[in-house]
C-alpha cells in the first residue's frame, strides 16, 4: 500500500482509481515536474537510489513494481 | 544559452528551482491546459511536524482551458487564511520575518491570473535566492502556436537562442534527442537529489521532502538554499 500511497498523494488521484496497468503519463496530475518529484519520494521511501535508465524507462504501476522488486524492495 | 521551459507552479517543491537556477532563460508555460490535479495552485507546508496542503482558489478552472486564462477567485479570503495558516505553521522558523514579508508581499499583491501570482512569486523568491535567469511567459510570446510537445518546446528553446534545452527527468520518454541534435540543440534532463534534508521545524530526526519551497525557506540561510539548489544530477537520454 505504500506505493500506491505515494502514488497517490504525488499526482492527486485515489488509490482506487489505480491498478497495474495505470500509466503514469495518463494520470491527471501528471507532468513531468511532477514525476521527477515522485521518482525523489520513491527512492526517499523505499531507501534506494535508481540507476541509470532504469525508472526512466517504466511506465506502468505494473513495471514499477517488478522495479522495486529488483531493488529488493518487499514491501509495496 | 541554457533554457527551460516549464509550466507555472505556485511555490513548488525545490527540484522547481534547481531548474530555474540551472538556465539562463526559463520560459512559464502558461498558454497549455490547466493540470487539474496537477500542482499549478496547490503545495504542501508542515504544521506541527504533519503535511498540509494549501490551495488558491481559481475560477472555472478546468483541464479543457488554458493556464494563462485562469482567473485567481478574489471573492474568497484565500490571502489572509494562506498567511495564517503560514504564521501558524512557521512562526517559530528560525528565517521566519523575512520570508513571511516576502509572502506576504506576494501574495497580497495586485493580480487577476494565476500566472501572474505566479510569475510574481518566481521573481520574488529568484530574488532573494540571487537566481540570475531571465523569465518569459509563453502567452505573451506566441511561439510555435498550433504545434504540440516537443515540437513546440523546440520552437520555444529556438526563438530564446538557447544551445542546451533542460527538462525534468520525469519527461524523459516524451523527448527524443535526434530531434533536438538536429537543430544543435542538446538536450538534458535534471533530477533532484533524494539526499536533500535539512532540519525542519516540528519534526525530530524525521524528513519530509518535496514540500513547498515555503519550507525550504523558513528553515534554512539563504546561503544554505543555494547549496541545496545544488544537489541535482544532469543526464542525457542514451
Known amino acids: 500500500m505504500k506505493l500506491y500511497e505515494i502514488i497517490s498523494e504525488t499526482f492527486n488521484v485515489k488509490t482506487s482509481e489505480l491498478t497495474n496497468d495505470t500509466m503514469f503519463l495518463e494520470l491527471d496530475g501528471w507532468d513531468s515536474m511532477a514525476h521527477m518529484m515522485f521518482i525523489t519520494n520513491l527512492e526517499d521511501a523505499f531507501e534506494i537510489d535508481f540507476e541509470g535508465d532504469d525508472i526512466v524507462n517504466v511506465s506502468t504501476i505494473g513495471e514499477l513494481k517488478d522495479l522495486l522488486k529488483k531493488y529488493e524492495v518487499v514491501e509495496l | ?238
Open chain 2, 1 to 238: 544559452m541554457k533554457v527551460a521551459v516549464m509550466q507555472p507552479y505556485f511555490l513548488p517543491y525545490i527540484g522547481y528551482w534547481q531548474l530555474l537556477s540551472e538556465v539562463d532563460h526559463f520560459v512559464l508555460y502558461d498558454d497549455v491546459n490547466f493540470i487539474k490535479k496537477g500542482y499549478v495552485n496547490r503545495n504542501n507546508l508542515l504544521i506541527n511536524g504533519m503535511i498540509k496542503s494549501f490551495t488558491i482558489p481559481l475560477i472555472k478552472a478546468s483541464q479543457n482551458r488554458l493556464i494563462s486564462e485562469i482567473e485567481v477567485d478574489s471573492n474568497q479570503k484565500w490571502r489572509q487564511k494562506l498567511l495564517k495558516m503560514i504564521l501558524l505553521s512557521y512562526k517559530k522558523a528560525p528565517y521566519f520575518g523575512e520570508i513571511y514579508e516576502l509572502l506576504e508581499e506576494v501574495i497580497n499583491s495586485e493580480y487577476n491570473l494565476i500566472s501572474e501570482i505566479i510569475v510574481l512569486s518566481i521573481q520574488k523568491v529568484s530574488s532573494y535566492l540571487m537566481i540570475d535567469v531571465e523569465i518569459s511567459v509563453s502567452s505573451q510570446e506566441q511561439v510555435g502556436i498550433g504545434l504540440k510537445g516537443q515540437r513546440r518546446i523546440l520552437e520555444i528553446c529556438k526563438s530564446k537562442k538557447g544551445t542546451h534545452y533542460i527538462n525534468p527527468i520525469g519527461g524523459i520518454e516524451i523527448y527524443d534527442n535526434a530531434f533536438f541534435q538536429e537543430e544543435g540543440i542538446e538536450l538534458s534532463f535534471i533530477s533532484t537529489s533524494s539526499k536533500i534534508k535539512y532540519k525542519q521545524l516540528g519534526k525530530g530526526e524525521e524528513f519530509i521532502n518535496n514540500l513547498s519551497i515555503i519550507d525550504v525557506l523558513m528553515n534554512n540561510s539563504r546561503e544554505e538554499v543555494i547549496d541545496l539548489l545544488k544537489q541535482f544530477t544532469l543526464t542525457t537520454k542514451s
